[in-house]
């Protein structure tokens, strides 16, 4: 124990002085804000002008499948999958938007099927496939675009805990599936884990994005510049469910649990379930935050980590990680397999210092804190921008989007008998 404490100030010693030092160094990454990185091993975020590369095009649905959601349940606005909401009304006053959907490349239904919150704020998908189901319905009935690719040139924001599978346990989503009628279509998710079922990688495929975390919240609790992190590592959060986990093995494949069993008495590691009222100020006085999965592999951590300039430690295997393509995730963060958390102490602490200055300098760019955050109104660079420059890059459309006449892929009568009730 005294050797871990003597470690651990020696490492805080060290990172706070690398802090102090970041000052100048941040302003030499603000400089070369605008390079244009095509590999994505640089340290800056690929940066490209989506606006005369694409165009748009918004389906006017009826506001029963989303504005008026809003307006019966404001909490819609606030939570992790308010992402959907924010893509709408982005699009609406983008430059990309077209009016004249013989021009589009890409359709957009904007149904906000997270909207449904129960008292305490979790949002309850069991009604999302039926919702979707019919929204795709309405316009293919009264538009000829979808009929003619059955959604291949079509894109849907699914910000699900695992994305159209449309479930927040793992296992009833696996057993779901994907919604049959958007197997052609984009997903634009949050949930990412590589070969996943519920995780789209053929046909359309999918653009894996960050949670929502509100952008105004988080700056109004900004701390000064240099401020010192004075805390190792960080972690507020469940480390078991016993209401959906009563075994305690399944919730988060035991990583969080092991995060608790080995480190709550490390003076190396801040860790609690409580989150206290300075949860964003503490993130800032720390080295490193913990953004183990829970149910599913993200969580709002990863986007606070970067906001707050502490290095993200994912512990999530296989995970997608939001904009992949454009962010220099392996720049930024530190990756543990889930296998490996008893031994997260080391790992973290045999990180050479100047390693950990380098990603402190990453992520004081802006550019890096803005690619995460979807601020209103939208700025260029930020998620929003993120999700329109994937679908720019997913152009020209390839063979086989258009359909021959009377040609059918997609089956409509498939899934779940709950699922194909009209909402």
């Not at 603000?30 to 244009?36: A, I, L, N, V």
């Not at 924001?157 to 793992?170: L, M, Y």
């Not at 109104?377 to 993120?386: E, K």
Request: charged content about 20%; proline content about 9%.
């Amino acid at each position: 124990m005294k050797m871990r404490s003597v470690l651990a100030i020696a490492i805080l010693a060290t990172t706070t002085a690398a802090v102090l030092f970041l000052g100048s160094e941040a302003q030499e990454v603000k400089k070369d804000h605008h390079t244009y990185r095509i590999s994505g091993s640089a340290g800056d975020v690929l940066e490209d002008d989506p606006v005369g590369r694409l165009k748009v095009y918004v389906y006017d649905l009826p506001a029963k499948y989303n504005t008026k959601l809003v307006e019966d349940d404001p909490r819609c606005l606030t939570h992790m999958f308010a992402t959907e909401v924010f893509v709408h009304r982005s699009l609406l006053s983008s430059a990309v938007r077209t009016l004249d959907p013989e021009e589009a490349d890409w359709f957009y239904a904007p149904v906000y099927t997270t909207c449904d919150l129960t008292a305490s704020g979790h949002p309850m998908p069991f009604d999302s496939p039926r919702m979707m189901r019919a929204a795709i319905r309405l316009i293919s009935w009264r538009w000829p675009y979808w009929n003619r690719t059955e959604g291949a040139d079509h894109f849907f924001v699914t910000p699900h805990d695992f994305g159209a599978c449309f479930h927040f346990k793992e296992a009833k989503a696996v057993a779901r599936g994907i919604l049959p009628v958007l197997r052609r279509a984009t997903l634009v998710q949050t949930f990412g884990q590589s070969g996943h079922a519920c995780m789209k990688e053929e046909g359309g495929g999918s653009i894996t994005v960050p949670p929502y975390a509100p952008p105004g919240r988080m700056e109004a609790r900004l701390l000064p510049p240099g401020t010192p992190r004075s805390v190792f590592a960080y972690f507020r959060g469940l480390f078991y469910d016993a209401g959906n986990d009563p075994g305690g093995g399944y919730y988060a494949r035991g990583a969080r649990a092991a995060v608790w069993e080995n480190f709550r008495s490390s003076p190396l590691f801040d860790i609690s379930a409580e989150r206290p009222a300075t949860y964003y100020e503490d993130m800032q006085r720390a080295v490193f935050c913990l953004c183990p999965l829970g149910w599913a592999p993200w969580s709002p951590r990863l986007v606070e980590a970067v906001v707050f300039g502490c290095i993200p430690v994912v512990i999530a295997d296989g995970i997608v990680l939001p904009f992949a393509d454009a962010i220099p995730w392996a720049e930024i963060g530190v990756f543990v397999a889930e296998e490996d958390v008893p031994r997260l102490d080391t790992i973290l602490t045999s990180i050479p210092p100047e390693e950990v200055l380098r990603k402190q300098r990453f992520l004081a760019s802006p550019a890096v804190k803005r690619a995460v955050q979807f601020p209103q109104p939208s700025q260029p660079g930020d998620a929003f921008h993120q999700i329109l420059n994937g679908l720019a890059r997913k152009l020209p459309h390839g063979e086989g989007v258009f359909l021959s006449p009377g040609q059918t892929v997609l089956n409509w009568t498939d899934g779940p008998p709950g699922d194909l009730k009209p909402w």
